[in-house]
């Protein structure tokens, strides 16, 4: 090939590509209002996003992707623990974590600022990221998934567990561990103590940090409590 044709194919190449590229970019940015809800940002939302700087979370946590891989990425954690388990895991951490060998100091966060977290990372949770970046489907609820489906399909309450639970609790090293994990709990409870233990969890074990899981149906709290209850 002569010079000259190359360096036209090269010019050729670089220029379409710039071109898809400067498309792209100028389609996502077309875009990004709506991928991110921008109509829902409170002002709540914002002080929480202050919060999140002012205290420097992501010195060991990360948000899309951003910040420290040290914690385990929020991006989602909304949808994984909800605002009780976020509230017990900031306001708390030396007690929510006790039994973990990573360390989460509590940052003085008041009572205020973790509403005002909650909100921002509810509204971070709702943005359309496509699915990136995936650790939380890896790591936390699909690894447990995957578990869960490898042996007999995954049953109601098996199913209701990974929605509700797993984003505090584990089953064979899989899910979350602001709760202890499960493994063993059929030998502790049976089916009838789990139910009542959902809903109301200081009325089965006095004193107990868990958050009482109201917004469970009545036949998903049957239905885990007799999965859980196999659990031996
Ligand atoms: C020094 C590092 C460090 C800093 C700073 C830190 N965290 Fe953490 N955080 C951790 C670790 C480690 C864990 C996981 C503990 C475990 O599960 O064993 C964690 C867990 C959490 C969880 C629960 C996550 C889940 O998926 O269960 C939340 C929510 C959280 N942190 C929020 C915050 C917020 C908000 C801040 C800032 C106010 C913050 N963290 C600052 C280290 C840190
Ligand atoms: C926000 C986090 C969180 C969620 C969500 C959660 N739990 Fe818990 N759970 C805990 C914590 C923390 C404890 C330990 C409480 C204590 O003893 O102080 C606990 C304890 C338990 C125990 C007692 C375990 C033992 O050995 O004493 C059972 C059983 C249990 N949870 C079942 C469930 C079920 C079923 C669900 C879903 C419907 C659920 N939990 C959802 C945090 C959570």
């Given amino acids: 090939m002569v010079n ?5 194919i090269f010019l050729a190449g670089t220029l379409i590509s ?3 590229f400067l498309g792209l970019t100028w389609d996502t940015h077309r875009q990004v209002n709506a991928l991110t809800h921008a109509d829902k940002l409170s002002e709540e939302v914002v002080a929480g996003k202050h ?3 002012g205290k420097n979370c992501n010195e060991c946590h990360t948000i899309l992707g951003f910040g420290v ?3 385990p990425d929020l991006t989602k954690v909304y ?4 605002a009780a388990g976020i509230k017990a895991a900031v306001l708390q951490p030396e007690v929510t974590f006790k039994n973990s060998i990573r360390h989460m100091p509590n940052l003085g966060v008041t009572e205020e600022q973790a509403t005002q977290l909650v909100a921002y990372f ?6 359309d990221n496509n699915d990136w970046p995936p650790q ?8 447990a998934q995957r578990r869960l489906e490898g042996s007999a399909g995954l049953s109601a309450g098996a199913a209701a567990f990974k929605e509700k639970c797993m984003g505090c609790h ?5 899910g979350g561990s602001i709760g202890p994990a499960l493994d063993k709990v059929g030998t502790k409870f049976d089916a009838a103590t789990i139910t009542k233990l959902i809903g109301d969890p200081p009325s089965v074990v006095p004193g107990s940090r868990m958050p009482p899981q109201t917004g469970v149906s009545a036949a998903d709290r049957q239905a885990i409590a007799e999965f859980l209850a196999q659990q031996k």
């Fill in 18 to 20: 710039l071109a898809i």
């Fill in 79 to 82: 949808k994984r623990i909800g």
């Fill in 4 to 8: 000259r044709n190359a360096f036209f």
């Fill in 69 to 71: 891989y040290y914690a």
């Fill in 170 to 174: 584990s089953i064979g090293g899989a």
């Fill in 51 to 53: 919060v999140w700087a």
């Fill in 122 to 127: 509810e509204w971070v949770s709702n943005i």
């Fill in 136 to 143: 939380d489907r890896q790591a936390g609820q699909s690894a």
